[in-house]
């Protein structure tokens, strides 16, 4: 099929749409009329696209500002849109170094609806260690997966996922003010890695920091986990430094940033 054949086929409405999205990908936000004019569509077409697309969560809208971002369900739909490459099996290898090297439980998780859902797990042999299962979701706000992920995004993308109703408490050491969790996400950024320290389990420890997919975007998270009699300050450097190089090498093979490359070329 020649260009001229592909484009009569096109359905108008639909390229607009991928035209918006597009020029979302690696901004900071954009209000409508930038939106429309990084787009080349109308404002009012924008306004429709972006509310239709902000309904079904792959935009959201900060109440403030009024700017738009690449929403929730976009960025939970990333994470499984690379048919090509089975990050589980990509990971393994490094999940079964990173165990017996540090002999803790190995966490592999991803943004699904406003949670951290663990997709894979390597559990430490230790009798005494932390363990989830392949499925189960916990908070954002609370878990070291969960902050590694947010720290990626914008400070308003980061309010969005954050509403007053899911800030919950799940231990006496839990951040649950917009304040402390924006302060939490500069020091992630700063330091390349998040933790967890009884945030959301009385007595357990788990460091991580997130993987990049193609787009540029967070896909997964990496982590370690394990009792915080075992995790000591002086480890846990140990330990992100070593996951910092597993989800180097990682986004390596994901091809991170390729999609954002090609869409700044346009």
Request: charged letters at 25%.
């Amino acid at each position: 099929m020649t260009d001229d054949d592909s484009r009569r086929y096109d359905v108008g409405v639909l390229v607009k749409a991928i035209d918006v999205i597009e020029a979302l990908v690696g901004t900071n936000g954009l209000g409508l009329t930038e939106l429309a004019s990084a787009a080349g569509v109308s404002r009012g077409s924008v306004f429709r696209i972006a509310t239709t697309l902000e309904g079904r969560g792959w935009l959201s809208k900060h109440p403030d500002s009024k700017k738009y971002y690449i929403g929730e369900q976009f960025l939970a739909l990333l994470s499984r849109l690379d048919s090509r490459v089975d990050l589980v099996s990509l990971a393994q290898p490094a999940m079964t170094r990173l165990r017996d090297q540090f002999g803790e439980t190995v966490n592999l998780g991803r943004l699904a609806g406003g949670t951290v859902e663990y997709v894979h797990i390597v559990e430490s042999e230790h009798g005494l260690r932390m363990a989830s299962k392949p499925g189960a979701r916990d908070p954002l706000h609370s878990t070291a997966m969960g902050k590694a992920l947010l720290a990626r995004l914008s400070d308003d993308t980061v309010e969005a996922l954050f509403p007053p109703d899911a800030r919950e408490r799940r231990t006496s050491r839990t951040i649950t003010t917009l304040n402390g969790l924006l302060a939490e996400m500069e020091r992630v950024r700063e330091a390349g890695w998040a933790e967890d320290a009884e945030e959301n389990e009385i007595g357990s420890r788990c460091i991580a920091v997130a993987i990049s997919g193609i787009d540029g975007n967070p896909v997964a998270a990496l982590s370690i986990s394990g009792p915080t009699a075992r995790i000591d300050d002086a480890l846990a450097a140990q330990i992100a430094e070593s996951l910092r190089e597993s989800a180097a090498k990682l986004e390596e093979s994901l091809g991170a940033g390729l999609m954002q490359t090609a869409v700044g070329a346009l």
